[in-house]
């Protein structure tokens, strides 16, 4: 297991004014997360640093009384390794999945086929490309990149993934696709019947959805991801990658969410940087700042258990 840096030092080190105090605040604040899923995991290892391996983050939510995570790597399929980390660790639910970068043959049904396939069943998510997608090359930099739809209407290579998902019975989550893209992918779901896609990381820089895109994704069946990455984001941010990504702070987010309405939502961490918190710390300091930005436990329940579950296939309770 990888040396952890202590919450404490890590909550000191956030730029934003007050937010050393304010998290760890949400800390001990007690148990607020009991039985959620985190639907964004970041873990060891992998081609970038990691501050906990995938085993690690399964026994630290586990020990927090979560109820699930999902394992996402940018570059390598997670099905398999959240098959291992289930038999490591049992007693929490462990789910992985495939991102659709050029590691992996991009939008490659086959992919999709080996991940939905691997032993064990814990493959349940696909990504579409995130650090490969058009868009988040345009954002970040220059040059080309994966497209999944134009003018409106998603590719014959994004149909064939839509085909895949619907035949496995797969979450569709959307990546850094643009937000047009995000709406043509939400729309085209909704006309094949497909009931599980989730628009990943919706306020982040990369999609970037305005509310009314987030609402007609909403009507198209699609649930909106909101993570606490983003809170840590922007130029003051205390970890010089993350400036070049606005904040998205979690007043924000619980505008957003009294505004579409929060059976519309899934929270998440997308932890797992090296210099961050660990991910169950984050997903608390998120969830207790909703409830601090007047978002009732009722609805935190609803997005952090269970629409993540219903989107796994899980009970609505254990």
Known sequence: MRTMITTAALVAALALPGAGVRAQSALESGNPIEGAIDFHVHSAPDTVA??????????????????????????????????????????????????????????????????????????????????????????????????????????????????????????????????????AITARAKEMGIDKVAVTHAMAKVPGLSIDQMKQAAADGAVLELVYLNHLMGPDAHLDWMHEWDQVSIADMAAAIKEVGAEHFILASDLGQTGNPIHPDGYQILATGLEDEGISEADLETMMSTNPARLLGLDAKN
């Open 50 to 183: 990691r501050n906990l391996s995938d085993i690690a983050v399964a026994e630290q939510a586990k020990r927090r009384g979560m109820r699930g995570i999902v394992l996402k790597n940018h570059m390598t399929m997670t099905a398999d390794r959240a098959a291992l980390v289930a038999e490591m660790v049992p007693g929490i639910e462990v789910f992985g999945g495939v991102v659709l970068n050029n590691s992996v043959g991009g939008l490659n049904p086959t992919a999709v086929d080996v991940m939905a396939g691997m032993e064990g069943g814990h493959g349940k998510v696909v990504w579409l490309p995130t650090r490969d997608a058009h868009h988040n090359i345009a954002t970040f930099g220059e040059g080309e990149g994966i497209r999944v739809a134009e003018n409106g209407a998603v590719t014959a290579e994004m149909q064939a993934i839509l085909d895949k998902v619907q035949e496995h019975d797969l979450v569709l989550q959307t990546g850094h696709v643009s937000p047009e893209e995000v709406l």
